[in-house]
């Protein structure tokens, strides 16, 4: 079955900087786009940056809050997409969450900005 694991959130002071990561098991990596998404409190989810699979060119595209700031990668040899977060602000404290179609979720990992 499609399991997406995610891990590295935590505690960082604004302009910091976090590595999500996205352990996924369970289908063909290289064959699915991927995402993070994120929910901040109070907020509804909210798509953060997607990349595509090995056949579209492993293309990627980023919401306008945090181009940039921003770096989504995925290594399909080990099944792992990741997330470098740099210039973190306070308003980027969410819970972020792996996803794939089907639709497949993460349990989210929380990432928190605050001095």
């Known amino acids: 079955q499609v399991q997406l694991v995610e891990s590295g959130g935590g505690l960082t002071q604004p302009g910091g900087s976090l590595r999500l990561s996205c352990a996924a098991s369970?289908?063909?990596?290289?064959?699915?786009?991927m995402s993070w998404y994120r929910q901040a409190p109070g907020k509804q989810r909210e798509l953060v940056a997607t990349?595509?699979?090995?056949?579209?060119?492993?293309?990627?595209d980023y919401a306008d809050s945090v181009k940039g700031r921003f770096t989504i990668s995925r290594d399909n040899a080990k099944k792992m997409m990741y997330l470098e977060m740099n210039s973190l602000r306070p308003e980027d404290t969410a819970v972020y969450y792996c996803?794939?179609?089907?639709?497949?979720w993460g349990k989210g990992t929380l990432v928190t900005v605050s001095s």
């Open positions: 996803y794939r179609a089907g639709p497949y």
């Open positions: 369970g289908f063909v990596f290289s064959l699915y786009d």
């Open positions: 990349i595509t699979s090995v056949a579209s060119g492993s293309t990627t």
